[in-house]
């Protein structure tokens, strides 16, 4: 009995063995990798824009707080514009020497804002406030999360009917009857060749003239998405 069990696993791991092999056999012919791209140029909808302000002062406590007044200054002239967002970006203090290095001379501080919105109209006038007190770091454009995330949902289905096209033409090319998907990637690619102002360029019409705000020209991205997979002929 003992003997006729053993046979019988013997019998089905020959038996899972062989069914396993003649699966991968059955992909190891007929079998043709393909790729596809979708791709659009779409208008960059997000301004973003960095300020900061330098301050220096022989008693760190007094430097601290004079950056403190002109950070709140500008968080309340920010409120004005509720359409774009704003944030504190890095702050730093640090000692400053004489000459031979040996005598402390003074503190300096150092204290960023982050502008972000897609309204480039509101975000320049408050730039142009801004630099009452705040000077321009850069200023640059990108593509909103939800347009980006819009457009690669359209590219996606788009890439995807561009590869069974030429999945069907590879088909009819080998006077097959068809083909079976075997496996898809979809990849995103996203390029952000936008227009940037530096400090020197950005120099927009502060208040309390305020004048039109600057027209800016936020430029283009590309967006594609790529569909590559194998196919197997039937």
Do not use: C
């Not at 053993?6 to 059955?26: E, K, M, P, R």
């Not at 359409?83 to 000459?99: A, F, H, L, R, S």
């Amino acid at each position: 009995m003992r003997n006729l069990i053993l046979s019988s696993l013997v019998l089905a791991t020959a038996f899972s063995s062989s069914v396993f092999a003649q699966s991968d056999n059955a992909l190891n012919y007929n079998v043709v990798n393909i790729q596809a791209e979708a791709m659009r140029q779409i208008s960059n909808d997000e301004m973003h824009a960095v300020l900061y302000i330098e301050k220096s002062h022989k008693q760190p406590a007094q430097l601290a707080a004079d950056i403190t007044q002109l950070m709140n200054k500008a968080t309340a002239l920010a409120k004005k514009y509720p359409q774009v967002k704003i944030e504190t970006g890095t702050q730093n203090t640090y000692p400053i020497y004489d000459n031979d290095n040996q005598k402390l001379k003074e503190w300096r501080g150092r204290a960023e804002i982050r502008l972000e919105s897609t309204d480039f109209k509101a975000t320049s006038q408050l730039v142009g406030e801004l630099q009452q007190d705040f000077q321009t770091q850069s200023i640059n454009f990108t593509v909103s999360d939800a347009q980006r995330k819009k457009v690669e949902n359209e590219l996606m289905v788009e890439a995807s009917k561009n590869f069974q096209q030429r999945a069907q033409m590879l088909t009819a090319a080998w006077n097959k009857s068809g083909y079976n998907l075997v496996n898809l990637n979809l990849n995103t690619n996203n390029y952000f060749p936008q227009p940037m102002m530096r400090a020197s360029m950005a120099k927009f019409s502060a208040a309390p003239e305020m004048a039109d705000a600057q027209n800016v020209s936020g430029g283009e991205s590309k967006i594609s998405v790529n569909a590559n997979g194998t196919i197997q002929f039937k």
